[in-house]
């Protein structure tokens, strides 16, 4: 089995607890390494207090690395670059680092039609309205930065 397969694999057996409705409590295994269902669900907040939503669904890299949040509210989605949330998972809650005002200029999508993730254009005005570069080097600093 390829590696991307077996972090994939891994990854849905992650989400399995959230599929058949099972409660979301924190579940922290070996060290720092969260499970999936401990983020689904989790409120997000912005700057100030302001509710963002929730975290509906995440999207993984090919190497099964969470690059977004899908964050809703109401029947709107919002993308929400992993780089640019800060989690306490003891709460379920996220952060993110921007103004309520800020955040209404993002662009929403339904859940009927997701955007291209991927495609150079969108990942980099996304991260732009985040006030961040996407790239790897932003994620190997994110991976230093939580480690105890």
Not at 50 to 79: C, F, M, P, R, W
Not at 106 to 135: C, D, H, M, N, W
Request: glycine letters at 8%; charged letters at 30%.
């Amino acid at each position: 089995m390829s590696r991307t397969a077996m972090c994939l694999a891994s990854s849905l057996i992650l989400l399995t607890g959230v599929a058949f409705g099972e409660d979301a409590p924190v579940e922290k295994t070996r060290g720092s390494t969260v499970r999936a269902k401990s983020i689904l669900g989790a409120k997000v907040s912005l700057r100030g207090g302001h509710s963002a939503g929730t975290v509906e669904d995440i999207v993984l890299s090919n190497e099964g690395v969470v690059d977004y949040l899908i964050v809703s509210k109401g029947s709107k989605l919002v993308t929400v670059p992993w780089d640019a949330a800060k989690f306490n998972y003891e709460k379920r809650m996220a952060t993110v680092d921007i103004t309520a005002d800020e955040y209404e200029k993002i662009p929403t999508y339904t859940s009927e039609r997701y955007p291209e993730f991927y495609t150079p254009a969108y990942r980099g005005q996304v991260y732009k309205y985040y006030g961040l570069t996407p790239g790897r080097e932003r994620r190997l600093e994110r991976r230093i930065e939580r480690r105890p």
